[in-house]
């Protein structure tokens, strides 16, 4: 379980790479949560999320209901997924060379590559960092 994890979100950032560079800062806490996780969404409240989500527009007023401080530097996030009120996890991006912007789109992007590194962030409830899986440079 841990392992794959780590590939999926890396290989999604970055399909030519997987994760082989994992740091682990707090060895003694679990990579997965204790115990037992609430049923996910899709088996719970799957359609009422989605019909909220068909209404997201710009004009949509959020109103705060927490707020986690994630440890050290995050990068640029591309993803999270919570765990229960234990842990999370973020997939992000770490740049080496910006992006340019193209004058118009060419192959379906407007702009160039970039390169940089893919990032998995696994964190706990209070938002310590567990630890992190770098990617090889991408692309
Ligand atoms: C592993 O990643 C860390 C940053 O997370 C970096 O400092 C270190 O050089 C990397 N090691 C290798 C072998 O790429
Ligand atoms: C998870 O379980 C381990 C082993 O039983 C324990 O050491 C650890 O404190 C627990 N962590 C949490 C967040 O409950
Ligand atoms: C666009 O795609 C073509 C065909 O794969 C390639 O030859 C060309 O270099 C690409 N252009 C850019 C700017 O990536």
Not at 4 to 13: D, G, R
Not at 16 to 39: H, K, Q
Not at 47 to 61: D, E, M, P, W, Y
Request: charged share 20%; proline share 7%; with cysteine.
């Amino acid at each position: 379980m841990k392992a794959p994890s780590i590939v999926i979100a890396a290989t999604l950032l970055c399909s030519s790479t997987l994760a082989t560079n994992v740091t682990i800062l707090r060895p003694n806490e679990p990579f997965v949560p204790n115990g037992t996780l609430p049923p996910p969404h899709a088996d719970s409240d799957g359609g009422s999320i989605v019909q909220h989500f068909a209404n997201l527009g710009r004009s949509t007023k959020w109103k705060l209901i927490s707020k986690t401080h994630f440890e050290g530097d995050t990068g640029e996030p591309e993803g999270i997924v919570r765990f229960g009120d234990d842990q999370y996890i973020v997939s992000s991006g770490v740049y080496t060379v910006a992006t340019k912007s193209y004058a118009h789109e060419i192959n379906g992007t407007d702009r160039t590559l970039g390169a940089g590194y893919a990032h998995m962030l696994l964190y706990d409830g209070k938002g310590r960092l567990i630890a992190k899986g770098r990617s090889l440079p991408c692309p």
